[in-house]
């Protein structure tokens, strides 16, 4: 089992700051790529930003500039420092790995979410 836990999520006024954590724990070989996905009300799920093992991120056009997604590869860990907040990024944000795992001597690499954490930008 993989688990993946966020925080951070809150209430900020337009033009503010906001940092989200992601830790995976559980039984991880190895970590390919964690990122960050949002969905609003009404809309699909969306990407917003990821990053490899090797610290390549990337970034959705409509937050680059303005977020950054870092990892910590030896804890597992992936943060989203998003900055000048706007009202449209209002959402529920998602962790994302994609962890290998070891199956019947095998190894195999899945998906995993987490809870998921309401960002709200509002005045």
């Known amino acids: 089992q993989v688990q993946l836990m966020e925080s951070g999520g809150a209430v900020v006024q337009p033009g503010g700051s906001m940092n989200l954590s992601c830790a995976a724990s559980?039984?991880?070989?190895?970590?390919?790529?964690m990122g960050w996905y949002r969905q609003a009300p009404g809309k699909l799920r969306e990407r917003v930003a990821a990053?490899?093992?090797?610290?390549?991120?990337n970034y959705a056009d409509s937050v680059k500039g303005r977020f950054t997604v870092s990892r910590d590869v030896g804890k597992n860990t992936v943060w989203l420092q998003m900055n000048n907040l706007k009202p449209e990024d209002t959402a529920v944000y998602y962790c994302?790995?994609?962890?290998?795992?070891?199956?019947?001597?095998?190894?195999?690499?899945?998906?995993?979410w987490g809870q998921g954490t309401q960002v709200t930008v509002s005045s």
């Open positions: 994302n790995a994609a962890v290998v795992i070891v199956r019947n001597s095998h190894l195999r690499e899945n998906d995993y």
């Open positions: 990053i490899t093992s090797g610290s390549s991120p």
């Open positions: 559980g039984d991880i070989f190895v970590i390919n790529a």
